[in-house]
């Protein structure tokens, strides 16, 4: 991956405090064992219409050398009343600080 040796894992998962279930690919750098990237399905949402949502979530290195999310795509279709259309959204993390600690 983008000149990456990468060493591939399926996992599952559940997240919205352990309801939903998650099943996706992490990408993991073999030499650094930095996260690469997350791609998988939500296997169930909790909106109308949707059963499943796909994601990707990509990692780039910090200033420190840890793997922090750099950016998520997210697409689903949606059917209500004899209607279907795709929904997607593509945001970008960036300007990551590390927390003070009290």
Same mark, same amino acid.
């Given at each position: 991956?983008?000149?990456?040796?990468?060493?591939?894992?399926?996992?599952?998962? #559940?997240?919205?405090?352990?309801?939903?279930?998650?099943?996706?690919n %992490?990408?993991?750098? #073999?030499?650094?064992?930095?996260?690469?990237?997350?791609?998988? =399905?939500? &296997?169930?949402?909790? %909106?109308?219409?949707?059963? =499943?949502?796909?994601? %990707?979530? /990509?990692? %780039? &290195?910090?200033?420190?050398? /840890?793997?922090?999310?750099?950016? &998520?795509? &997210?697409?689903?279709?949606?059917s209500?009343?004899?209607?279907?259309?795709e929904?997607?959204?593509?945001?970008?993390?960036?300007?990551? #600080?590390? #927390?003070?600690t009290?």
């Amino acid at each position: 991956m983008d000149g990456q040796v990468c060493g591939v894992y399926e996992i599952y998962s #559940r997240f919205v405090n352990g309801t939903k279930p998650v099943k996706a690919n %992490l990408w993991i750098d #073999r030499r650094s064992a930095a996260i690469c990237k997350v791609e998988g =399905t939500m &296997l169930e949402v909790g %909106l109308p219409g949707v059963k =499943t949502a796909g994601f %990707l979530l /990509r990692y %780039l &290195l910090d200033d420190q050398g /840890r793997s922090v999310p750099a950016s &998520l795509d &997210l697409r689903y279709t949606i059917s209500i009343f004899f209607h279907t259309g795709e929904v997607s959204f593509k945001e970008k993390f960036s300007d990551w #600080r590390p #927390r003070s600690t009290p």
